[in-house]
């Protein structure tokens, strides 16, 4: 029995109209701690997305029973919901390839794929969504401090990011911003030396 590092109480909507393929899929899911659940539609896929508790991965077959496709589905979803998805599918060519990522999924796994590369998708997916999340925390802590913050490149020196109380205290926006440098507002500082402290800084050799 092939075993991976499953995440014991993650939640995985398996999506597909294949009675075989999806119990495979659950059976080999379910050993590796994951809860899952099955539907066949699209339909029901956005219904369960909806949910007061909704999967951590669904796991999409492209060609499903009903109206609506995988590909369609999975737009719905990612419209309403931040659920990373991951298609099922026996069809690679480029039309495919391109609406996978169009609907910016998590990747693909092709049917009949060896188990452990299901495994592997499904978790780095997971892992990647997770990064992501924290990500966008992140970039809201910045964008919103009460204290001005900006980051800017060690050797342009250009603006790269700069949050909104920065943007309201120096009385530029974004976008003025990103072609500017700290020397073009003010002229007095010294370029060898705010160099040499960005790189001191980067490098975690600041002098103390």
């Known amino acids: 029995m092939l ?10 909507l398996i999506v597909e109209d294949s009675r ?18 099955i539907v066949i539609t699209g339909e029901e896929a956005i219904e369960k997305s909806l949910d007061n508790y909704p999967p951590n991965l669904i796991l999409m077959d492209i060609e499903l029973a009903g109206e609506m496709n995988g590909i369609d589905a999975a737009r719905r979803i990612i419209g309403d919901k931040d659920i ?7 069809n690679t060519s480029e039309e495919i390839i391109l609406k996978i990522k169009e609907v910016r999924a998590y990747g693909f796994v092709l049917k009949g794929m060896d188990k452990a590369a299901l495994l592997s998708t499904v978790e780095m997916a997971m892992q990647l969504h997770e990064a ?13 401090s009460l204290s001005g913050l900006y980051i800017f490149h060690p ?18 926006a974004r976008e003025e911003l990103i072609q500017m440098s700290p ?25 103390q």
């Open 3 to 12: 075993k991976l590092n499953g995440k014991k109480g993650k939640k995985i």
């Open 20 to 37: 075989l393929t999806s119990k495979i899929v659950e059976e080999l899911l379910g050993e590796n701690g994951y809860e899952t659940e």
């Open 84 to 90: 990373p998805i991951v298609f099922l599918t026996a």
């Open 132 to 144: 992501n999340t924290y990500a966008k925390m992140f970039e809201q802590l910045f964008e919103n």
């Open 155 to 172: 050797k342009s020196l250009k603006f790269v990011v700069v949050n909104k109380s920065a943007r309201e205290n120096l009385g530029y």
């Open 183 to 207: 020397l073009d507002i003010n002229p007095d500082l010294d370029k060898d030396n705010l160099q040499k402290l960005i790189e001191q800084l980067v490098s975690g050799e600041r002098e």
